[in-house]
């Protein structure tokens, strides 16, 4: 196959191809390596038809992938609107939350300040001359020993008792009174003369 002047033809046949056929199958699958032939003509016109679906649809798809980013910036910005009103809102209510207990605080005291007396008209006080009574008496019941009860409390328990197991001193103006310890120094000078 070396001469380029070699003559081909392309004619049908019944059963196996020969060896060195260079293309078989039908007629139309023959002709399309023919350049002006009807079956080439028809797989070109397929192919540009495929190209031009394809780049169609490259345009639907990045029409679309370009919306879908539009709708997604826009939801981002009202989601991102959303939580700014809904952090202000929280800010308002906490504020005036605040504002109310300050309020409220500030009627308390002032309700306390109404109450007392005016200190400068000491006369306009209900009634009181401003002398300190004592309305009953405290009752000492608590005070008096039962009966039935008898020995020692432990030390701990006692005021002023001294400490020990048992009582040392039976005077009780003594336990009631006891010595003060003496008084601890100031301060010392480190750095003292010799």
């Known amino acids: 196959m070396t001469d380029t002047n070699q003559i081909f033809a392309i004619v049908p046949v019944n059963g196996k191809p020969?060896?060195?056929?260079?293309?078989?199958g039908t007629l139309g699958e023959c002709t399309e390596?023919?350049?002006q032939s009807a079956a080439r003509a028809e797989t070109e016109n397929r192919i540009a038809s495929a190209r031009d679906q394809l780049k169609n649809d490259a345009k639907v798809l990045a029409q679309a992938q370009h919306k879908t980013l539009d709708v997604a910036t826009k939801l981002t910005a009202m989601g991102d609107a959303m939580l700014a009103a809904h952090n202000l809102k929280a800010r308002k209510d906490a504020e005036a939350k605040?504002?109310?207990a300050e309020q409220a605080e500030a009627q308390r005291v002032q309700d306390l300040l109404d109450s007392l007396p005016d200190p400068d008209n000491p006369?306009?006080?209900s009634g009181d001359d401003g002398e300190l009574e004592v309305?009953?008496?405290?009752?000492?019941?608590?005070?008096?020993?039962?009966?039935?009860?008898?020995?020692?409390?432990?030390t701990r328990l006692e005021k002023n008792a001294p400490r020990?197991?048992?009582?040392q001193e039976t005077d009780i103006n003594k336990l009631a009174h006891p010595q003060r310890p003496p008084d601890q120094p100031v301060a010392i000078?480190?750095?003292?003369?010799?």
């Open 98 to 100: 605040r504002v109310k």
């Open 18 to 24: 020969p060896a060195d056929a260079i293309c078989w």
């Open 164 to 167: 020990g197991g048992e009582y």
């Open 33 to 35: 390596f023919v350049a």
């Open 123 to 125: 006369e306009a006080a």
């Open 135 to 154: 309305k009953t008496a405290p009752s000492t019941e608590h005070l008096q020993p039962q009966d039935g009860i008898t020995g020692n409390f432990p």
């Open 189 to 194: 000078s480190l750095n003292a003369e010799v």
